[in-house]
């Protein structure tokens, strides 16, 4: 058990570290979150925008800069921690696979980026969630954090999925900043007039989006709602891990690699070739 911990402690401390070295994504933690949160809830317009949330069924008249500000937060919890994911399986994957190579225990690895990827989905949530609280009060702020946690998660696994599966890094940062921005952009009625089609509830943060709303704009609790957003976080995860197995599965011994000699590991050295050349016997013959 003390074995397991161990492993376990070592590979999260790695994981912390190769975050806290990504000095960019700290900028963008401190400055891109209030900054597009605050732009969104100053430069649009605080007209009532007439909607229904699905999640509650109730008719909703929220001001138009409060609800794009809660799209805003969710835009910017998501491609940082998508970016950061990605970014630590993209540079550290050479470095698990000296480890798996070295023998290090594979579930080891993967429950560390699990906790890696809570914890910085917890700590962008919250400073998301107080940004919010700064500009406007939110009815379940407890709810809000919530949902951007789960948010959080969710792109947190699609990054290390990506940083496992893609061979550049602009494809992964392409795919993460395009996946999170027709995916919040299609579901804020401000911007996109098919907010209401039932086709948006296959989008990756549905659930979440109708949980932040319910928690900005109403005082219903929708536990459902974040289990759907649970749900697309563990489709997510599955990818990560299928990923993650493999760009790390050639490492593993195979059976059929050739047993090592009788002695010890030795390679056999083949004996020198011999020239072709008159004999002993036919130079003595020449000589008598």
């Known amino acids: 058990m003390r074995s397991h911990l161990t492993h376990f402690a070592v ?9 806290g070295r990504n000095r960019f994504a700290m900028i963008l933690v401190i400055l891109f979150v209030p900054v597009w949160t605050s732009l969104a809830y100053l430069a649009m317009p605080d007209t009532p925008a007439r909607m229904r949330l699905r999640a509650t069924g109730e008719a909703l008249a929220p001001h138009g800069n409060e609800l794009t500000a809660i799209s805003g937060a969710l835009n910017a919890v998501t491609l940082i921690t998508g970016f950061m994911m990605f970014a630590a399986t993209f540079s550290g994957s050479g470095f698990d696979r000296r480890l798996a190579m070295a023998g290090y225990p ?9 906790t890696a ?9 919250a400073y998301a969630t107080g940004v919010i609280c700064l500009a406007w009060p939110p009815r379940q702020p407890l709810l809000l954090a919530a949902s951007l946690f789960c948010a959080g998660l969710t792109y947190g696994a699609l990054g290390v999925g ?3 599966l893609l061979r550049r890094e602009v494809e992964g940062m392409f795919a993460i900043v395009m996946t999170s921005i027709i995916d919040l952009a299609l579901q804020n009625p401000i911007t996109s007039s098919g ?3 039932p086709l948006m509830r296959y989008l990756p943060s549905y659930g979440a989006m109708q949980a932040s709303t319910a928690a900005g704009f109403s005082t219903s609790p929708v536990p459902g709602h974040l289990a759907l957003q649970l749900t697309w976080f563990g489709l997510a995860a599955l ?7 493999n ?6 011994p195979t059976a059929s690699a050739p047993p ?3 002695r010890s590991g030795e390679a056999d050295i083949p004996a020198p070739r011999q020239t072709a050349g008159p004999s002993v016997t036919a130079s003595d013959t020449k000589a008598h």
């Open 11 to 19: 590979a999260t401390r790695f994981t912390l570290i190769e975050h």
């Open 106 to 114: 594979r579930p080891h690895l993967v429950l560390a980026k699990v």
């Open 117 to 125: 990827l809570a914890l910085v989905s917890a700590a962008v949530a």
């Open 162 to 164: 990506f940083g496992s």
């Open 195 to 197: 907010a209401d089609n």
């Open 239 to 245: 990818v990560a891990l299928l990923g993650f197995r």
């Open 247 to 252: 760009s790390t599965r050639n490492c593993l």
């Open 260 to 262: 090592l000699g009788p």
